[in-house]
């Protein structure tokens, strides 16, 4: 016998989370399969013990700024254990208070993972089947490993929140979120950083803030490497050595951390045998509605084709749930502007096109205003190094297709402007508006 839902989800990250509680609070009978902690990557292994770390960092290094300014101060010591307790706390408690609250929306949480046997029923590994007209796959994804030599001396993202202590000299292997943000808190927290870059660092980042992020990362002690692509890893752990394509050798190093991307975790559960449409590296394929090619199976989040953010999972779940059991027909995911963060030291934020993209696709019709400034109480302490705030406009009238800043503040500044952009923000719209003086969203409305 099969028990019967009105709908059912194949894991508890954001997406499957976010899709799960608004189909039980628009009145359906939800079953929310996942084996494996609530919360899935960002709780877990991502987004939350990442800004945690990287706060940890941030505190470390306006310690040393205070004794720049003229603070009396001895040199920070992270107490790593504590911090990590402390951190598991916290994130135990994320999921603690994820679980009062399905169980108060009424939803079944099964703690085991599903295999789909057809486009309306799935069976758990100790036999349980369960059945929903409409079926959501939320299985998100996990680290890239390479097929090289020597790999398994090295660790993954998944891995970097159990160390217990930091390594003195580490190797971040790989040029995306992952590797930067490391990159960054790490050496924030005293490590000897080398970062080992295939080819250019951050791809979907404008290219000339992606480069002043660079200088600055270089200025705070972190090697970078470019076009080095490593084909081997040799030693024992607490003593690698990396070879790379072109024969060269870098190490020894006391940990590596292998940042080479994410594949979807698409496969294993019956996505083949039922003809789901899965692109090359795996992803699977959905429509502006977050529709498979089979018939009442749908997929959001990390394991799809879009863009790979927490917010993105849980609006396209919480807009799948709106068509399905809302009865909202044209309810779906408006992914025309996605502000983004690299939690880098500084961080660096975007929404909207780079001036690549953007020249790319309007050609003549693009204009790009440009500014750069020291953020005053780095200019006090006597550093150089330079933020930038830049502007993408289009046509005579200047409409702003994308915003993209480098420097402190710029993780928390951007939202406003993001909301802005998404109702239709005009040049004209920034020079009329009155800047809060002095602070680093200003030089976005003084730019000329």
């Known amino acids: 016998m099969s028990e019967r839902f009105d709908l059912i989800v194949l894991g508890a990250g954001s997406g499957g989370l976010s899709v799960a509680q608004r189909a039980a609070r628009l009145g359906a009978r939800v079953a929310l399969f996942e084996p494996d902690p609530l919360g899935g990557t960002c709780v877990n292994r991502g987004c939350v013990p990442k800004k945690a770390m990287w706060f940890a960092a941030q505190i470390a290094d306006m ?18 254990a504590r911090f990590r307790t402390l951190r598991d706390q916290y994130i135990a408690g ?127 002690g972190i090697r970078i490497l470019r076009n080095t692509r490593i084909k081997a890893a040799r030693g024992q752990p607490g003593r690698v050595t990396l070879e790379a394509l072109d024969g060269a050798e870098h190490g020894v190093y006391d940990a590596v951390l292998w940042a080479v991307g994410r594949v979807p975790n698409s496969s294993g559960f019956g996505l083949e045998a039922l003809g789901v449409e899965c692109g090359e590296r795996g992803h699977i394929l959905v429509d502006a509605y977050q529709n498979t090619n089979v018939r009442g199976v749908y997929a959001v989040g990390d394991v799809t084709d879009r863009r790979a953010l927490t917010p993105v999972a849980v609006a396209a779940g919480r807009a799948l749930a709106d068509r399905l059991i809302g009865g909202q027909a044209d309810a779906k995911f408006d992914d025309s502007v996605i502000p ?59 409409k702003v297709v994308g915003i993209h800043v480098l420097g402190p503040g710029s993780d928390e500044l951007l939202q406003g402007f993001a909301v802005a952009m998404q109702k239709g923000l005009y040049w004209r719209d920034l020079k009329a508006t009155i800047a809060i003086h002095p602070t680093a969203a200003e030089e976005l409305l003084l730019l000329h």
């Open 63 to 80: 310690h040393r700024l205070g004794r720049e300014i003229g603070f009396d101060a001895e040199p920070l010591r992270l107490d790593w």
């Open 94 to 220: 994320i999921r603690h208070r994820y679980a009062t609250r399905l169980d108060l929306a009424g939803i079944r949480v099964i703690e085991a993972s599903a295999r789909l046997l057809s486009s309306d029923t799935v069976v758990t590994p100790e036999g349980m089947q369960a059945s929903a007209p409409h079926i959501v796959i939320a299985t998100g994804a996990r680290p890239h490993r390479l097929d090289i030599p020597g790999f398994e001396l090295g660790i993954v993202s998944d891995q970097i929140f159990e160390l217990d202590a930091p390594p003195q000299r580490i190797a971040v292997v790989g040029g995306g979120y992952v590797a930067v943000e490391f990159a960054g808190v790490l050496s924030g927290l005293g490590c000897q950083v080398d970062l080992l870059v295939r080819e250019n660092m951050l791809n979907d980042f404008d290219l000339e803030l992606v480069e002043g992020l660079a200088v600055q990362m270089q200025a705070h």
């Open 340 to 398: 983004s963060v690299v939690f880098a030291e500084p961080p660096l934020a975007a929404v909207g096109l780079t001036e690549q993209q953007a020249r790319a696709r309007y050609g003549d019709a693009v204009n790009v205003h440009t500014g750069r400034y020291t953020p005053l109480l780095w200019m006090v302490a006597g550093r150089a190094e330079q933020s930038v705030v830049k502007l993408v406009t289009v046509g005579e009238e200047r």
